[in-house]
């Protein structure tokens, strides 16, 4: 297939790019919970994970392109008690097989054997941010066909990109809602803080790079690791997550999605990039039937962050809740409905912290 540069909602590792809290983390997320030696896929990432006896439901978050299956989730964990969060994240030692990560099947095989043995039975939650996503639906698809229920799969802010559902980026409603969305992003971006600026400046800069070096190397096997560069810096991770993050990022653009008959819930934000409209309900309505989309503010790297995540919290926690009779808890760990959950969040929100 011709070289492209792949959209930055696949890409961005939580908006660590621009925030030094998440940078750190983000350097050695993947080893944080094992050695370079593991073989581990699945790991807790909140208490409830962790405490004995706890027999509430467990929810899979599926890792976005660095591998690490927790960092990304963390906030969204926090304000979910009674559920217990896991990630699966790509272990260690198989980074250095240089098949592992050629494609979006065979990994999503590998990690959906993990979960059939860690959940013997009973039915499974899943999900997936970014990358996270489209890995999250093949591996849905695969426990499918092993005969397991996929009782939900949550989708945020990412879709297929191989896929005839979007309109072309000429199509006249496609260009009016580029122009429509452009005010929502410069009040997001903040452009008057010089420092948010700079930053604009570089990303863009990168990106320009990366489609130069990609269109001059077509016929080049590295034009697409040089797109990868242009959009994340890849000097923040060791040697063998590198490679990994490359091959992961040439399959997901080889991937083509088959047609989902299961539940899914994608949530999209409402700010999309500038200059790229990921038309995310069309492609999910387009692969999987019975998706129910969900609008939740912010942009794509921001949903997952504290200021944003409650919202998507809320609504994720109350159809977790209606799968599982698990009662709904707003996020002290209070019994209460959701209506509740979000008038003492509001209420909060009204008075500061």
């Known amino acids: 297939m011709p070289d492209t540069v792949l959209p930055s909602s696949w890409v961005v ?17 993947l080893f944080a919970l094992t050695g370079r030696g593991s073989e581990r896929v699945i790991h807790p990432i909140n208490d409830s994970a962790v405490e004995a006896g706890n027999s509430g439901p467990a929810f899979y978050c599926v890792h976005s392109l ?6 990304d989730f963390c906030q969204l964990a926090r304000l979910m008690p009674g559920v217990r969060f896991y990630g699966i994240q790509a272990p260690p030692k198989k980074m250095r097989d240089p098949a592992f990560g050629g494609s979006v099947e065979a990994i999503a095989d590998y990690y959906a054997g993990a979960l059939v043995k860690f959940q013997p039975q009973g039915r499974f939650l899943l999900g997936g941010w970014s990358a996270g996503a489209i890995i999250g639906l093949e591996i849905a698809q695969n426990l499918r066909s092993r005969g397991r229920e996929v009782a939900l799969f949550a989708a945020i802010d990412a879709a297929p990109e191989n896929t005839a ?3 072309r980026p000429w199509h006249p409603i496609y260009l009016l809602q580029l122009a429509a969305n452009l005010p929502g992003w410069i009040r997001h971006e903040n452009l008057i803080d010089k420092t948010v600026a700079v930053s604009l400046v570089r990303r863009a ?10 269109a ?9 690791d040089q797109a990868v560069e242009g959009i994340i810096d890849l000097a923040r991770f060791p040697a063998e997550q590198r490679s990994f993050m490359k091959r992961l990022y040439r399959a997901l653009l080889e991937y083509h999605p088959k047609p989902y008959s299961g539940d899914v819930v994608a949530y999209e934000a409402r700010v999309k990039p ?14 999987a039937p019975r998706s129910v989309i969900v609008p939740i503010d912010g942009t794509h790297a921001s949903v997952m962050r504290k200021t944003h995540v409650p919202p998507l919290a809320d609504d994720l926690r109350a159809r977790i809740a209606r799968i ?13 409905s959701l209506a509740e959950a979000r008038e003492r969040r509001r209420a909060r929100a009204l008075v500061g912290p």
């Open 165 to 167: 559902a979007g309109r």
């Open 205 to 214: 800069r990168q990106k320009t790079m990366a489609r130069v070096k990609a």
């Open 324 to 336: 599982a009779t698990l009662p709904v808890h707003d996020n002290t760990g209070s019994v209460c």
């Open 274 to 287: 500038l200059l790229h409209l990921p038309q995310l309900g069309r492609v999910w309505r387009g692969i």
């Open 216 to 224: 001059l190397g077509k016929r080049n096997t590295s034009a697409n």
């Open 66 to 71: 660095s591998g690490a299956g927790g960092t």
């Open 13 to 29: 590792e939580g908006g660590a790019a621009d925030d030094p809290v998440r940078n750190a983390g983000a350097l050695h997320g």
